[in-house]
């Protein structure tokens, strides 16, 4: 006879503990290469190539990344990378958002004469290849001049970010009930202004989260910004740390990694609360 | 205030036809309710007559002015949503003061607008939950908030879907009697849909009974009770439901149930195979009124549901449901003669079980119109 359970409580079995003790594993392997480069981060330039974990942690490396001492060691301007990486993000997100919002309400609301082809379009970005596209539009920014300028990285970038948004919220805005707006609408509001007042705020968790995630992709991203800037971006500028020919600089890669991450990281735990809310809040009959 | 004229609307959701070509006229002030089954096509009505959908066909106009092409927002038109339709990120009092703060429904100063409220929440018994939101309320609590939100305002046109259905038993009937005396004073064009007889029999000065799109009936309460139309339309008022049996005219005379009931043929009904339709509150055990038709039975079973109590009689090779009160009370495998007055028989067409078919008149009297239709 089992025991009888409290509320909450849950049922200890060996199947259970196994698993656990799987999961375990497979989160301390998944995350070693985590570990390594903040262990590496903190080690002396003499240190970088040992296996050891015995050695005397110091915080040089970062001071050297940020500071124009990096800067005349390995001709890299991590700090101008990083705040020129920030920008481009925020503003192909900031584009995204202004020009995705509408079109995933639109998409998610009205069915229209190809709208499928058109959504299926958009989504296309995002599964071609960049390479596919990439000396293309390199030969186009070398003829307009949007070479290694922010407004083309932000083009570029939107790319990347432009599809998410749109088809993250137009899920949102298909789980919204109508008649939140046609109520909206009866009581005397515009179609403008039942869905900035109504919808809105609804799908606001899903700004949030197609917003970030779409950060973390235009910040991850690699091949565009290495063949359309040289004024960099925070993931080509990691790399030139490792001297391309030169010395290799194991330690302030590292390092540079560490601080790199740290943006996504800061605005996850930002807007963390806005994600978790749900969508109706139970103000429609299920 | 408002007259309401509804011309050959139709809406068409893929290949399946909500609403085929509905006809009507509300009066200015008045009650009017849609009764029918669900998918009938009542929420399809009202959003077409708010401008919510996009009708394949018909007009819609209001005061003699065609608003078919005028956008919801312009249409001074409330509706209540079967869902609610609550604005989930505002409070109870939000919620109620949208519609006035529009500027499409009148200019209201923040001092009328709170007053407004107050008055309705009241009258709506949920003044005490004007800061909460509606995640934060029950079901019926959400209900009587949406139908705040039309109350709240003038309107043309009030439209109901189905504002009650949420609610429990008691509070139910004193929302209804209450719906019907703010109709009263407020004289208020109203479109009420429901599915409960009652609330149709109770509210309505005309009830349009809706089936697969299309309007079966249209009139007064009494006339609906008194002379459905056909056998769908007698089926959707009562509860039990009236009960249908087949029956055959020949040599002058009806007969059905092996010879249980054997009455007269009225004036004009032909020769063959009819329906009788006997409502379960009009068959009385026990008293022999002289000149209502006898029809001597077994009680089966006898169910006691409180003041009321539902009999299944055994009749010939048949059975039949009544109701009656608990004076009457016949005990199970008892003999009992039910009596009913000859015009409460209603006839209609024979026709196959489950087959819906016209009302020819009663035993009494075959109507006039019927009877030329089957001449």
Partial sequence: MAKELMPGQKRVTTGGILGDLALVGWFAFSLFPVLWMFLLALKTPAEQTTTFFQFSPTLDNFITVLTDRGRTLTGVDFKSAILLSVLNCAGAVL?????????????????????????????SFRFAPELMVIIPVFVIFNRIGLFDTPVGMIWVLQLVTMPLVVWILRSYFQDMPEELEQAALLDGYTRKRAFLMVALPLVRPGIAASALLSFIFAWNNYMFPLILTNAGSITVTITKFLGGGGQAYYNLTAAAGVLGALPPFILALTIQRYLVQGLSFGAVKG | MGTLSVRGITKKYGSLTAIDHLDFDVHDGEFFVILGPSGAGKTTTLKSVAGLVDMEEGSVAVNGIDLTMVEPYHRNIAMAFE???????????????????????????????????????????????????????????????????????????????????????????????????????????????????????????????????KFVQIGTPVEIWREP???????????????????????????????????????????????????????????????????????????????????????????????????????????????????????????????????????????????????
């Fill in chain 1, 95 to 123: 584009v995204s958002l202004v020009i995705g919002i509408p079109a995933a309400y639109a998409a998610g609301r009205f069915k229209f004469k190809g709208s499928d082809s058109l959504m299926f379009n958009i989504l």
């Fill in chain 2, 83 to 213: 869902s609610y339709a609550l604005y989930p990120n505002k409070t109870v009092r939000q919620n109620l003061a949208s519609p006035l703060k529009s500027g499409r429904t009148g200019h209201y100063s923040a001092d009328e607008i709170e007053q407004r409220i107050l008055t309705v929440t009241k009258t709506l018994g949920i003044d005490q939950l004007l800061d909460r939101f509606p995640r934060e309320v029950s079901n019926g609590q959400r209900q009587r908030t949406a139908l705040g939100r039309v109350l709240i305002r003038p309107a043309d046109i009030y439209l109901l879907d189905e504002p009650l259905s949420h609610l429990d038993a008691k509070l139910r009937a004193t929302m209804r009697a209450e719906l019907k005396a703010i109709a009263q004073n407020s004289n208020t064009t109203t479109i009420y849909v429901t599915h409960d007889y009652q609330e149709a029999l109770a509210l309505a000065d005309r009830i349009a009974v809706l089936r697969h799109g």
């Fill in chain 2, 229 to 375: 139309i056909d056998s769908f339309v007698a089926k959707s008022l009562g509860q039990p439901e009236i009960n249908l049996i087949d029956a055959v005219v020949a040599n002058g005379r009806i007969t059905a149930l092996a010879g249980a009931i054997d009455i007269p043929k009225p004036d004009g009904l032909s020769e063959g195979k009819v329906r009788l339709g006997l409502r379960p509150s009009e068959l009385v055990p026990g008293v022999q009124v002289p000149g209502h038709v006898q029809i001597k039975g077994t009680v089966r079973i006898s169910e006691r549901l409180g003041r009321d109590i539902e009999l299944e009689v055994s009749v010939g090779d048949g059975h039949l449901i009544v109701v009656t009160d608990s004076s009457k009370a016949v005990a199970e495998r008892d003999d009992v003669v039910l009596s009913i007055d000859v015009p409460q028989i209603h006839v209609f067409a024979g026709g196959d079980p489950g087959q819906d078919t016209a009302r020819l008149g009663s035993a009494q009297q075959i109507s006039p119109v019927t009877k030329e239709v089957e001449q």
